[in-house]
């Protein structure tokens, strides 16, 4: 059974940095690519970065772009978002996704990042 | 970047009624096209790929269908166990967008 499990979560001031963690099981990570995806109280869905199988590439949008980082540890089947110089907007429920022909085929039960002083 | 407008942003139906929800894409995207289901307070789960296959474990009341660069989502028979947010994405080009969202109810 595929399972993502995501920490890491919590309150931070603006600007400050956060670090989520995502633990992978039930397949073979490393033949993945994976993402986060994030969901703003009572928002819809944003696309948040995507990481190729070695984690050589990664992906974002503008609104992250230059601020988050993807990355991964294959030998732990873990993903990992540092999130650096967080604003208000960052405030979501954060989602470790696995990546199957560019569609999230599982999502984790995904962890709250809020940001506020 | 693919705006993806997504249609209607409320629907309130019976059971056993026929659903229709919509995507129109601001760009063709071929048939890379997915819908998901965001049950109440649980993560989204993917329902239908490639506009129109079935994810695994997935009822066959739900069916997909495309007409250029108009996608349909379809419940053929609502049950209670259908009630949450529809969403749609598109995964023909990054950023990946998706739709703003439909949230079903029952009547």
């Known amino acids: 059974e595929v399972q993502l499990v995501e920490s890491g979560g919590g309150l931070v001031q603006p600007g400050r940095s956060l670090k989520l963690s995502c633990a992978a099981s039930?397949?073979?990570?490393?033949?993945?690519?994976m993402a986060w995806v994030r969901q703003a109280p009572k928002k819809g869905l944003e696309w948040v970065a995507t990481i190729s199988t070695s984690g050589s590439r990664t992906y974002y949008p503008d609104s992250v772009k230059g601020r988050f980082t993807i990355s991964r540890d294959n030998a732990k089947s873990s993903l990992y978002l540092q999130m650096n110089s967080l604003k208000s907007e960052d405030t979501a429920t954060y989602y470790c996704?696995?990546?199957?022909?560019?569609?999230?085929?599982?999502w984790g039960q995904g962890v709250m990042v809020t940001v506020s002083s | 970047d693919i705006q993806m407008t997504q249609s209607p942003a409320s629907l309130s139906a019976s059971l056993e009624e026929i659903v229709t929800i919509t995507c129109q894409a601001s760009?063709?995207?071929?048939?890379?096209l997915a819908w998901y289901q965001q049950k109440p307070g649980k993560s989204p789960q993917l329902l239908i790929y490639?506009?129109?296959s079935l994810a695994d474990g997935v009822p066959s009341r739900f069916s997909g269908s495309r007409s250029g660069t108009q996608y349909s989502l379809k419940i053929s028979r609502l049950q209670v166990e259908d009630i949450g947010i529809y969403y749609c994405l598109q995964a023909y080009s990054a950023p990946l967008t998706f739709g703003s969202g439909t949230k079903l109810e029952i009547k």
């Open positions: 039930g397949f073979t990570f490393s033949n993945y690519y």
């Open positions: 760009q063709d995207i071929g048939n890379w």
């Open positions: 996704a696995r990546l199957n022909y560019n569609y999230f085929d599982y």
């Open positions: 490639g506009a129109t």
